[in-house]
Each structure stands twice: as structure tokens, then as C-alpha cells.
């Protein structure tokens, strides 16, 4: 009895002793956040002593434990053994400018029509050091981004950019759409550039000293080889996304808004996620001098458009019968009218992610067909795939164009059996 007492005591201090710390560096970094928004033009100094037991502790708990590792194979399990003694450590190595960036381990994940997208796992520690630096650089620019970004930041997602996109083209006056992809952006970043963005509201050389060394850091491919590379952040990196915010910000949302919009002659709209974005204008005339102009504005930071996957559209209601449509974050929008006659702007799974979909699932089945299966229950009806917004039957379009076909990719598979291999796996769902 007195053993699990002073079990229960323990972890009530030191879960006490979590909300200290988190609530510590929660206020230093709300005292960040209202600087910043108070005044645009300031630069920061000395955030590199922010990264300390308390901010890297608090880095931890935000960290994917069941991630792969890095070079070093050091797993999150091994490294939280002796947690208090290795940050401190690293803290030490960080003070006294030991610290060093590990390579980068390089892996392939399959992309559409058989491309692979490659992706940079760093090390724990370097996961680590990077979540708190993240950390100070979104508290620092999310006082600066536009409304119309909206990837990789607090309180919203893909979806919150669909339904802005979608009520925009809606409502407002907008005619022609810009539908365009940056080929190989967090492979083409320009890391003078990505410095000097930073020196615009960070006056720390120690800090951007780090963020240089996980720009130049070497890559371990699969292979073996090693490359040094000269451009570009390894996109799965946990500072990867907010430094990807922060140079199109400047790259693309400033110029839209302090240069475009003033010389158009009608309405202009951005919508972006991440490197992903779609652009609306009223008029054909200010479509056309933007995708003109986007080309030569993007190659100024080592940028270049994927030509096949940009183009300008007629995007109005009046049009219907055109058929015309564009795909933006995996779905698919065109005009249309409900069952009432009235004009909507209809969304289903686009062609592209709907057969990526099917593949999976064909793949998993081949996979798994040596499984001793008691039971397996498809279920048919797509009343229960409507509670997922984004689902392949999610979507108001998608119900139409699914209603009355067989059971394909995006619906629920129900398996029940007594292996071992699939006994974690019982009364799940896997969407496919």
C-alpha cells in the first residue's frame, strides 16, 4: 500500500512539475508573440538562450516517440531513459557552440504515376533542437502571416483552406483562376535567401547559425553516399515547414498583397498551403499579367513552375457546360447545381488522389490475402462514410458520383479474427 502511495505521489509531482514548465515557457513565449505583433519591424535579440531545459523539455512531449529514427539509430525510448541527463548535456554542448547537426538519413516514399518523393529523417537530438526553435519562429511570424496562408499553423488545416477557397469563389466576384505547383520547392530553396528573410525580424547570429547548420547538414541517401546539399531543406525536418512558411511569406503572400492586388483592375484572391496554392482574379486581363509575372517573381528566389501542372481557367457560373475544374489540396472543384437548380461549387476527391486510393487499397489486399480471416464485413452504405469531411465520400460531390456504384476505394473495412497478427488490429476501421 505505502509503495503505490508514493508511486501515485510521484508521478503527481512530477506531472505538477510538467505544467510548471510548460507554463513557464508558454509565458516567455506569449511575451515573444505580443512584442512581434505590437511592432512589425523588430528584430529579436539573444532567442537562441530560450533553447533551454525547460523549452527542450517541452519540445519532448510534442515529440512523435514512434517516428523512425535518424542516423545513430538512437530511439526516442533509449534517449528518454536518462531524458533530464542527455538534455542537459545537449543544452551544455548548445551554450559552449559544440553542437553539431548529424546527417540527414534519406528515404523514398511512392508519389503519383510511379515518382518517389524523397524525405530527410534527422536525428533525435537534432528533432529536438529543432521542435524548439520552431517553436520561436512561429510565435515570432504568426504575428506576420496573411489570412490567406494556411499550412502548417496552429489552429488550422486543409480543410479550413477548402472551405475559404470555396466561399470565396462563391460569393465574390471572380471569374478566371491561376491553378499552379512550385516544382521541387523544399528542394530549390535558396538558403542566402531563407538567412535573409530571417534577418528581417531575428538580429541573433548564434540562432541563425543553427538554422544554417540544419540547411547545409549532409544527407545520408540510401545508397551511402553522402550529399552536401546547396539548396533546399529536408522536407520532413520539424523546422522544415515553418522555414517553408517563412519564404514564400516573402516570396509570394507580401508581393501578392503590396504589389498585385493595387495594379489589378478588378478583385484578386490568394489562397496557399504550404507550396500549394491557387490564385482568383475578375478579370482575364489581370490573370494574365500575374501568370506572367508569377514566373520571373519565383525565379528571383531560385524557384520554377511545374508547367504541366499550371494553367489559367474560365472558373464562373455562367460557364457550366464548359466542364471546367481545378484540383487543389486533393480535391476537385467545378460548378454545378443541387437538386433545387441552384448553383453550387461542387467538391469530390480529385481523379489523381481517387486513384492513388484505389491502388492502396488493391495493394493492401494483395498484401494481406495470406491472412486466416474469420470474418470480414464490408459495409455498403455510404450514410456511415459521410461523418468523414474528408473522406473520398465525404464530400457533396462525392455522394452524387459514388451513390449508385459498387463499393470502391475510401470505405471502411471491418475485419474480426482471432490471429495474433491481426488481434491489435480487431473492431478497427482502416479508411483506405
Same mark, same amino acid.
Given at each position: 500500500?505505502?509503495?503505490?502511495l508514493?508511486?501515485v505521489?510521484?508521478l503527481?509531482?512530477?506531472h505538477? +512539475?510538467?505544467s ?12 515573444i ?5 505590437q511592432?512589425?519591424?523588430? /528584430? ?5 538562450r ?6 527542450? +523539455?517541452v ?8 517516428a ?10 533509449e ?10 548535456d545537449l543544452? /551544455? ?15 523514398y ?16 537530438? =537534432?528533432? +529536438? ?11 515570432i511570424?504568426?504575428? =506576420?502571416f496573411?489570412p490567406?496562408?494556411?499550412?502548417y ?7 479550413d483552406?477548402?472551405k ?10 471572380y471569374?478566371?483562376?491561376v491553378e499552379?505547383?512550385?516544382k ?13 528573410m ?7 547570429k ?5 538554422? /544554417? ?7 545520408l ?5 553522402i ?6 531543406t ?6 522544415s515547414?515553418?522555414?517553408?512558411? &517563412?519564404? +514564400? ?13 493595387p ?12 507550396d ?5 482574379f475578375?478579370?482575364k ?11 520571373g517573381?519565383?525565379g528571383?528566389?531560385?524557384l ?11 472558373f464562373t ?12 489540396l486533393g ?9 433545387k437548380?441552384r448553383? $453550387? ?28 480471416m ?19 465520400r465525404?464530400? $457533396?460531390g462525392?455522394r452524387?458520383f459514388?451513390? =449508385?456504384?459498387p ?7 471491418? &475485419? ?7 488481434r ?9
Amino acid at each position: 500500500m505505502g509503495k503505490g502511495l508514493t508511486a501515485v505521489r510521484s508521478l503527481q509531482r512530477k506531472h505538477m +512539475l510538467d505544467s510548471r514548465v510548460r507554463e513557464h515557457v508558454q509565458t516567455s513565449l506569449q511575451g515573444i508573440a505580443k512584442k512581434a505583433r505590437q511592432d512589425g519591424t523588430y /528584430r529579436f535579440c539573444d532567442v537562441y538562450r530560450l533553447i533551454n531545459e525547460e523549452m527542450l +523539455l517541452v519540445a519532448w512531449s510534442d515529440i512523435n516517440k514512434n517516428a523512425s529514427s535518424g542516423v545513430g539509430r538512437v530511439t526516442a525510448a533509449e534517449y528518454e531513459g536518462s531524458l533530464i541527463e542527455n538534455i542537459r548535456d545537449l543544452v /551544455r554542448r548548445l551554450k559552449e557552440k559544440r553542437y553539431k547537426a548529424k546527417l540527414v538519413r534519406r528515404v523514398y516514399i511512392p508519389k503519383a504515376e510511379g515518382r518517389q518523393r524523397p524525405l530527410g529523417i534527422p536525428a533525435l537530438e =537534432d528533432k +529536438l533542437v529543432q521542435s524548439a526553435a520552431a517553436r520561436i519562429l512561429t510565435v515570432i511570424y504568426e504575428q =506576420d502571416f496573411l489570412p490567406c496562408s494556411f499550412g502548417y499553423r496552429p489552429k488550422l488545416g486543409p480543410l479550413d483552406a477548402v472551405k475559404d477557397i470555396t466561399d470565396t469563389l462563391f460569393w465574390e466576384k471572380y471569374t478566371y483562376v491561376v491553378e499552379a505547383d512550385i516544382k521541387g520547392f523544399y528542394d530549390n530553396i535558396d538558403h542566402d535567401w531563407m538567412i535573409r528573410m530571417l534577418e528581417q525580424r531575428i538580429d541573433d547570429k548564434a540562432f541563425l547559425n543553427l538554422i /544554417r547548420k540544419w540547411l547545409k547538414v549532409g544527407v545520408l541517401d540510401t545508397d551511402g553516399r553522402i550529399i552536401h546539399p546547396v539548396t533546399g531543406t529536408p522536407q520532413g525536418g520539424i523546422v522544415s515547414p515553418v522555414l517553408a512558411n &517563412i519564404y +514564400l511569406y516573402y516570396a509570394l503572400d507580401l508581393w501578392m498583397k503590396k504589389v498585385v492586388k493595387p495594379r489589378c483592375e478588378g478583385e484578386a484572391y490568394l489562397c496557399r498551403y504550404a507550396d500549394d496554392f491557387v490564385c482568383a482574379f475578375r478579370y482575364k486581363a489581370d490573370a494574365d499579367r500575374f501568370y506572367e509575372a508569377l514566373r520571373g517573381r519565383l525565379g528571383k528566389f531560385g524557384l520554377k513552375l511545374a508547367e504541366d501542372k499550371t494553367r489559367i481557367i474560365r472558373f464562373t457560373r455562367f460557364r457550366k457546360e464548359e466542364k471546367a475544374f481545378f484540383e487543389f489540396l486533393g480535391f476537385e472543384f467545378r460548378w454545378a447545381v443541387d437538386r433545387k437548380v441552384r448553383d $453550387l461549387i461542387k467538391r469530390r476527391t480529385s481523379r489523381t488522389s481517387f486513384r492513388k486510393s484505389l491502388r492502396t487499397f488493391k495493394e493492401w489486399i494483395q498484401e494481406n490475402r495470406h491472412w486466416r480471416m474469420r470474418k470480414r464485413v464490408l459495409l455498403k452504405s455510404p450514410v456511415r462514410e459521410f461523418r468523414t469531411p474528408g473522406s473520398v465520400r465525404g464530400q $457533396l460531390g462525392n455522394r452524387l458520383f459514388y451513390r =449508385d456504384r459498387p463499393l470502391q476505394a475510401g470505405t471502411r473495412v471491418f &475485419i474480426f479474427s482471432q490471429s495474433p497478427d491481426l488481434r491489435d488490429a480487431t473492431h478497427r476501421s482502416k479508411l483506405v
